[in-house]
Nanobody, 121 residues
Framework: EVKLVESGGGLVQAGGSLRLSCVAT????????IGWFRQAPGKEREAVSC????????RYEDSVKGRFTISSDNAKNTVYLQMNSLKPEDTAVYYC??????????????WGKGTLVTVSS
């Protein structure tokens, strides 16, 4: 069974940091781009970041550039999203996603169930 399992969400004050993790099982990790989406209640889902280390690809949505960093540990089939200088507008459920090929994520093959990030002001 293909699974993407997110963790690391929580409640943090504005200006604080969190690190999200996504552990992938059931598919060939190295063949896929792995990324993060987020969705706040009543708002559309948006792409946040994407990585494919085989292609040297890293992409970030404009609002998180300079604050978020995506990385991967292929030996652990894990992707991380380090989030610094968090803002209240970053509050959302964050979803891990995977797609065969390179970034960007245009036709997602697999989704995680999400982890909630809440940033207070």
């Amino acid at each position: 069974e293909v699974k993407l399992v997110e963790s690391g969400g929580g409640l943090v004050q504005a200006g604080g940091s969190l690190r999200l993790s996504c552990v992938a099982t059931g598919f060939t990790f190295d063949d896929h781009a792995i990324g993060w989406f987020r969705q706040a209640p009543g708002k559309e889902r948006e792409a946040v970041s994407c990585i494919n280390s085989n292609y040297g690809s890293e992409r970030y949505e404009d609002s998180v550039k300079g604050r978020f960093t995506i990385s991967s540990d292929n030996a652990k089939n894990t992707v991380y999203l380090q989030m610094n200088s968090l803002k209240p507008e970053d509050t959302a459920v964050y979803y891990c996603a995977a797609e065969i090929g390179d970034c960007p994520l245009g036709s997602v093959d697999y989704w995680g169930k999400g982890t909630l990030v809440t940033v207070s002001s």
